[in-house]
């Protein structure tokens, strides 16, 4: 592997990934959900599907670290908030968590993917499909 790849493949934001999921899981089978919080749940998990899959379509040649530290630091303060969450059911807390989304999102925005006209549709149709489902469960 090259310097460049091992820059981009050792940055702690994958670990970050691997964290959100199974506490999403879990915060999930807590009861007494209410919707509000399945709704942020559910955003988190989509939000965490989006940048998995945006940051395994980087290309580490053309990647500066910095956003994908700073999205890695901004994921794993969703991950607490989120296993806070699991711990107390404060409904603050999922909230807080996808506070910490929008900034890992702001972050990867920063990064160069090449994207293709079935990338953008396939965005599209899982944002159409998640608002509905979310607002069939609502």
Not at 48 to 69: M, Q, S, Y
Request: no cysteine; charged share 20%; hydrophobic share 45%.
């Amino acid at each position: 592997m090259s310097q460049w790849s091992e820059r981009i493949r050792g940055l702690p934001i994958w670990q970050q990934f691997e964290a959100l999921g199974p506490a999403i899981d879990q915060a999930e089978n807590r009861e007494g959900l209410d919707p509000t919080t399945v709704e942020g749940l559910g955003r988190l998990r989509t939000v965490l599907t989006f940048l998995g899959k945006r940051a395994a379509a980087i290309d580490p040649l053309l990647v500066h670290p910095g956003p994908l530290e700073n999205a890695a630091t901004a994921i794993q303060s969703a991950v607490t908030e989120v296993q806070q969450f699991v711990t107390d059911g404060n409904p603050a807390r999922i909230t807080n968590a996808n506070a910490h989304a929008d900034a890992a999102l702001a972050n990867v925005a920063q990064v160069n993917v090449p994207l293709g006209p079935r990338d953008l549709q396939a965005l599209k149709d899982a944002a159409d499909a998640y608002r509905a489902t979310m607002e069939g469960n609502i």
